[in-house]
């Protein structure tokens, strides 16, 4: 499709888990941002990517969260050992090429549950 | 520390009526601003920007106004639409666009 897909759309899990998030970007888009949207809450900034690298990883709440990107194109959000206050919707988006960088597309997002 | 806030965390209006939300910052370095809507299950969709060298914006029914002395935006929705209950957050960057600061949003309901 044309635009940013994530997946899974659901992922229930249990405490001290790994989970792996993934995020296909609309073709062209050098700039993907993850952020996170906790129950009542604002999206919170997590890391911007540039390309493959990640001039920006301010956001990540610990060192168990971690996120690569391949090829300039799918990123994967990785967050180890989950806790229950990682529950969340986790957004993907997407920007730059002829569109510009200032307008994000997100994808629908993975909702993340940890039991 | 939240740069960016929506202190109404819904409002309620008629349809026909004018809709007004506002968003206040206090990063006055920030260069670009935006609306985005959000419907339940979806990610938000991109509605309208400003950049700070301007003080209002406007694309159809939907018109955003930027304080810059007083770090403040709204987003005014003219006639508002039951279809337009959604989620509205703003957002704020720099030129670089490395990083988006969004609000805790506003829910929005059109009574028909």
């Known amino acids: 499709g044309a635009g940013v897909s994530q997946s899974p759309s659901n992922k229930v899990t249990e405490k001290g888990k790994d989970v792996e998030l993934r995020c296909d970007p609309i073709s062209g888009h050098t700039a993907l941002y993850w952020y996170r949207q906790s129950l009542g809450q604002g999206l919170e900034f997590l890391i911007y990517f540039q390309g493959n690298s990640a001039p920006d990883k301010s956001g990540l709440p610990s060192d168990r969260f971690s996120a690569e990107r391949t090829g300039g194109s799918v990123s994967t959000l990785t967050i180890q050992r989950t806790q229950q206050e990682d529950s969340a919707v986790y957004l993907c988006?997407?920007?730059?090429?002829?569109?510009?960088?200032?307008?994000?597309?997100f994808g629908p997002g993975t909702r993340l549950l940890v039991l | 520390d939240q740069q960016v806030k929506q202190n109404s965390p819904s409002l309620s209006v008629q349809e026909g009526r004018i809709s007004i939300l506002n968003c206040d910052y206090t990063n006055s370095m920030f260069d670009y601003f935006l609306w985005y809507k959000k419907y339940p299950a979806e990610g938000p969709t991109f509605l309208i920007s400003i950049s700070s060298i301007k003080d209002k914006n406007e694309d159809g029914r939907f018109t955003v106004f930027l304080n810059k002395s007083a770090k403040h935006l709204s987003l005014h929705i003219v006639p508002s639409q039951p279809g337009d209950s959604a989620v509205y957050f703003c957002?704020?960057?720099?030129?670089?666009?490395?990083?988006?600061?969004f609000g805790s949003g506003t829910k929005l309901n059109v009574k028909p």
């Open positions: 957002a704020a960057s720099k030129y670089n666009f490395n990083k988006f600061y």
């Open positions: 988006a997407s920007s730059g090429g002829g569109a510009g960088y200032e307008t994000q597309y």
